[in-house]
């Protein structure tokens, strides 16, 4: 039989958000054992773009208020932590672009009036021009005008596998997962048939949590996906791009993303508004061809006749929301051991943490100084979508 595991901590899905909260819960001396049941990072996470927004894309559509502006601290608190300075040491983790660009392909789109007047943005904002442009809009066709954003652009892969490192010897790779109750309260789970108690529990399992909330008996907080359908283009001629191209709509029209591919070309991963309704309801081959035609119009002198193209439909995993998209803070629900949530965005990873810390602290639930785990099945790393899909 498995041997019982009591730790102060369980938490349920290694994504950005199990991950980055078990690392937090560690350095900050708690016992934790993280339960996943594919790989880490290889839901929403490694198939994010990797931007951490502070806000601006919010800030354009003039839905960033008052206590949604906690985003705008996103930026500095990663920053930090990649620097090895900040409340996680992610040092290793690869920065692939220091800034996200605005690009605003002809005129002015007129509601950049109020994104340039908004909090979120003021100061932070510059104009660049010449050799200041991102390397892909470097050519004398390009007319439009581009606005270099305080934001960054990590690498999810590299983010994901430093963060499975400060995870020591908790990393669980586990399948079927049960309540744990005792005189009817829930004290744990079993995790593949092994008991494991704690005093809280805390299910970060992005699209699974509506699953895991079934399994203990519970509905709330109730769940919504909202799908996408992204397209990867790999090409020999492609150079970094990271900007949202406005169309004048309230989401950019393009969001590009540029990573690297294991055989040392560049992928352009492309989001935004194509990627939202219209583009979920064409077929791969018809996204495919829309992306064709967008790029061709607006990057003329990107010579993509080498270009190897997919596409990648996924799920975000929310709390349901009424009404219309707005700012997200990271969300988070409790019931009495059990603690559930969503980051909403992989750059409000740290924020999820602070709230599940609050409730701890709140709680009186102190660090007891952890011993050693058994040796425990190790879930792999995520493999991200143009390494499976362009290889
Ligand atoms: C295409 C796309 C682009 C995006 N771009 C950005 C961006 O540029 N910037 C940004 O800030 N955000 C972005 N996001 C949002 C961001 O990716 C997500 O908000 C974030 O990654 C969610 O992290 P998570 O840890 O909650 O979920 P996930 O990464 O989905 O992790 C959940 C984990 O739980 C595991 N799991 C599920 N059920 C169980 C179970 N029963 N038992 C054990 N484990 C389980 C899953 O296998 C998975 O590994 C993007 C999202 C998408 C889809």
């Known amino acids: 039989m498995s041997s019982v595991i009591s730790t102060d901590i369980l938490i349920v899905?290694?994504?950005?958000?199990?991950?980055?909260l078990n690392a937090r819960l560690r350095r900050l001396g708690f016992a934790t054992v993280l339960v996943e049941q594919a790989t880490l990072g290889g839901g929403q996470s490694v198939k994010s773009q990797g931007i951490i927004h502070g806000g601006a894309k919010y800030a354009l559509h003039g839905a960033l208020t008052g206590a949604s502006e906690?985003?705008?601290?996103?930026?500095?608190?990663?920053r930090e932590a990649i620097a090895g300075d900040g409340e996680l040491d992610l040092s290793g983790v690869r920065l692939l672009s220091e800034a996200h660009y605005l690009w605003s392909p002809g005129t002015l789109a007129g509601n950049l009036t109020s994104f340039f007047a908004s909090k979120a943005v003021r100061g932070r904002v510059d104009q660049v021009k010449g050799e200041q442009l991102p390397p892909a809009l470097q050519d004398k066709r390009f007319k439009g005008k581009v606005y270099r954003l305080a934001e960054l652009v990590i690498d999810v892969p590299s983010l994901i596998e430093r963060l499975a490192t400060l995870a020591g010897d908790g990393l669980l790779a586990g399948q079927t997962i049960e309540p744990l109750l005792e005189n009817d309260e829930l004290v744990g789970l079993r995790?593949?048939?092994?008991?494991?108690?704690?005093?809280?529990i805390v299910?970060?399992?992005?699209?699974?949590?509506?699953?895991?909330?079934a399994t203990l008996?519970?509905?709330?907080?109730?769940?919504?996906?909202?799908?996408l359908h992204m397209v990867l283009v790999k090409g020999p001629s492609l150079k970094p791009l990271?900007?949202?191209?406005?169309?004048?709509?309230?989401?950019?029209r393009i969001t590009v993303t540029t990573h690297p591919a294991a055989d040392g070309q560049w992928v352009w991963y492309l989001g935004g508004d194509i990627a939202e309704a219209e583009g979920v309801a064409r077929t791969p081959e018809a996204q495919i061809a829309t992306a064709q035609k967008e790029l061709g119009n607006l990057l003329p002198w990107v010579d993509l006749s080498q270009a190897q193209w997919a596409t990648l439909r996924v799920d975000r995993a929310e709390p349901l929301q009424s009404g219309l998209s707005r700012p997200d803070n990271a969300f988070l629900a409790?019931?009495?051991?059990?603690?559930?949530?969503?980051?909403?965005?992989?750059?409000?990873?740290p924020d999820f943490a602070d709230r599940v810390l609050a409730a701890l602290e709140r709680d009186g639930i102190q660090p007891?100084?952890?011993?050693?785990?058994?040796?425990?099945?190790?879930?792999p790393l995520g493999v991200p979508a143009w390494e499976q899909l362009l290889p």
């Open 191 to 200: 995790v593949d048939g092994r008991e494991i108690r704690a005093q809280r």
């Open 368 to 379: 007891s100084h952890p011993a050693p785990l058994p040796d425990l099945p190790k879930p």
């Open 203 to 213: 299910l970060s399992a992005g699209a699974g949590n509506a699953e895991l909330l």
């Open 242 to 252: 990271y900007a949202h191209c406005l169309g004048g709509g309230p989401k950019p």
């Open 217 to 227: 008996g519970l509905s709330q907080p109730a769940m919504q996906t909202r799908p």
């Open 334 to 349: 409790e019931q009495d051991r059990l603690l559930v949530g969503w980051p909403t965005k992989l750059a409000l990873a």
């Open 70 to 78: 906690a985003i705008a601290d996103m930026p500095r608190r990663w």
């Open 13 to 20: 899905g290694a994504g950005v958000a199990g991950l980055w």
